[in-house]
């Protein structure tokens, strides 16, 4: 009975982790311009990726194989933010002007109220 | 049920290799090539888990951390048109 | 202190990788250990910028905030991916980190690129630039929720 619950459970995760990886290609597709379709892409790594590996892990059980599964989807998460950010800043250093309905690069930033200083940090150590 | 995830994952790289062959700039292309590398991990897994030999897991790991490489070296060659160049210098010449 | 850390840190990843425990695979695993650590000690990488240990207590509870959030917004590209009008707005602004460290500004700065529909293209002093798919997304961000929720997991510092 219970690992028929898990079965379950496992095949919805998967399929519904699959369902979002296409919608994330199909949103590659759709999307006009390469920022936005890093938006898209980002739905890929993210929930796509956590819901499939999440089900096989229910599939896996409690072994070194769940274990390997935790470094993949942690490997998402310390990756994909890197590859993003280095795959932003050279666009966008190679001149490839986003395609935008507002720009507020101009205007002085908010937040962070008691620090203003705009110096870099410097390391603490 | 591991087949339904792989055809899935199958399409999506499907639908990102139309993309990275639309292009236009060459930033879709790395952009595309990193999603298919992602998307080869969970494919990897899933197959892993569609023979029952998860040692396809220990390939897919290994391929991430490859797939970061050479993409950071992809940008870097495509930023500056040198794989050897160095940050610290352009902010000491800068300075 | 750190390079002890380190060190079982790697050891336990090299464990659970393997799967394997005879004595000759667990040799080679202390001797690459050992050499990983000599090697970015000589690279002087083992700081609180690289391996802060300080942090961890609270990680776990930190990365479960950021996965509500992650799913929460990621369901929300979905729906607009899945929109045959296509509703975007792109936008791009400016937030300042309210962290100290560099190790907090760049979680701050991993958080909004790993949330789905913000991109963090640029990170100067504490001044981070972001692309947002929808106008909504850059006013969330400017109102500072996040910002404060790493702010709260970076003190108590390293």
Known sequence: MMEQIVDIASWILIVLGSFFIITGAAGMLRMPDLFTRMHAASVIETLGATLLVVGLMLQAGFTLVSAKLVFVLLLFFFIGPVAAHALAQAALHAGVEPMLDEDRRNREPPGGAEKNETDPVEPKT | MFFVASAAILVAIILVVVRAIRGPTVFDRVLAANAIGTLAILLLAAIGFLTGRPEWLDVGLTYGLLNLISMLAVLKFFRHGDLAYDGEEERETKA | ?158
């Not at chain 3, 799967?19 to 090697?39: C, N, Q, R």
């Not at chain 3, 296509?86 to 791009?92: G, Q, R």
């Open chain 3, 1 to 158: 202190m750190r390079q002890v850390s380190l060190g079982l840190f790697l050891f336990a990843f090299w464990l659970i990788l393997s799967g394997h425990y005879t004595p000759f695979l667990l040799a080679i695993g202390l001797g690459s250990v050992a050499l990983a650590v000599y090697v970015s000690s000589r690279m002087r990488v083992v700081d609180a910028e690289g391996h802060p240990i300080g942090l961890l207590s609270r990680w776990l509870g930190y990365l479960v905030w950021l996965y509500i959030e992650i799913m929460k917004s990621a369901w929300a590209v979905t729906r607009i991916i899945i929109d045959p009008k296509l509703p975007i707005s792109p936008t791009m602004t400016k937030v300042r980190a309210s962290q100290k460290t560099p190790a907090g500004i760049a979680t701050y700065a991993n958080s909004i690129t790993l949330t789905p529909g913000t991109i963090t293209t640029d990170v100067k002093g504490n001044v981070l630039t972001i692309h947002a798919l929808v106008r909504g997304g850059a006013d969330d961000l400017e109102g500072g929720d996040m910002d404060r929720h790493v702010s709260g997991f970076e003190r108590g510092r390293v």
